[in-house]
């Protein structure tokens, strides 16, 4: 009796040790291919999103060379680099947002009590800027002219404007 008692414990060790080995080396596998699909999945999506920043920025002045050379003059101490130039320009014309009729270069008159100020600003390359602006209530975009005079200032030029129906 106990010898079939210890045959029986050891046949069921075996079977259970078999049967671990199996459940442990199928869920290596299936971790494993898991993990191959799950980096395929998301090389994927980042050379997607990497695709669509490149097309986002094509329009910049940070990614437009031929924008870039426009400011390369043949004298080294007339040399304006645009990585400087970029927060310098947004910077200029955000300034104008303090004016109490609102910042003039929306090219829309005040028309409720708020005032127009420009919220965000893109450099699209060495003469154009597009903005956004708004007055809390009504929504619009202006394209500028801008320009880098002799004495280093900057001046703007509005050139199209337009207001989005509430």
């Known amino acids: 009796?106990?010898?079939?008692?210890?045959?029986?414990?050891?046949?069921?060790?075996?079977?259970?040790?078999?049967?671990?080995?199996?459940?442990?080396?199928?869920?290596?596998?299936?971790?494993?291919?898991?993990?191959?699909?799950?980096?395929?999945?998301?090389?994927?999506?980042?050379?997607?999103?990497?695709?669509?920043?490149?097309?986002?920025?094509?329009?910049?002045?940070?990614?437009?060379?031929?924008?870039?050379?426009?400011?390369?003059?043949?004298?080294?101490d007339k040399i304006i680099q645009y990585e400087k130039l970029i927060p310098?320009?947004?910077?200029?014309?955000?300034?104008?947002?303090?004016?109490?009729?609102?910042?003039?270069y929306t090219g829309q008159d005040q028309i409720g009590v708020n005032k127009f100020i420009i919220n965000k600003v893109r450099v699209l390359n060495h003469r154009w800027i597009i903005a956004d602006f708004s007055d809390g209530e009504i929504w619009g975009e202006v394209l500028l002219k801008y320009f880098v005079n002799a004495d280093d200032s900057i001046s703007f030029e509005v050139n199209q404007s337009l207001l989005y129906q509430k």
């Open 88 to 104: 310098v320009v947004t910077e200029k014309l955000l300034d104008f947002n303090s004016n109490p009729k609102g910042n003039p």
């Open 1 to 76: 009796m106990k010898q079939s008692l210890f045959l029986y414990l050891t046949i069921l060790a075996v079977l259970s040790s078999i049967f671990t080995y199996m459940f442990l080396s199928k869920q290596v596998t299936f971790e494993q291919t898991r993990y191959e699909k799950t980096t395929k999945k998301l090389r994927d999506s980042l050379r997607l999103v990497s695709n669509q920043l490149a097309d986002a920025n094509y329009f910049s002045l940070a990614k437009n060379e031929n924008a870039q050379n426009y400011f390369d003059s043949g004298s080294s």
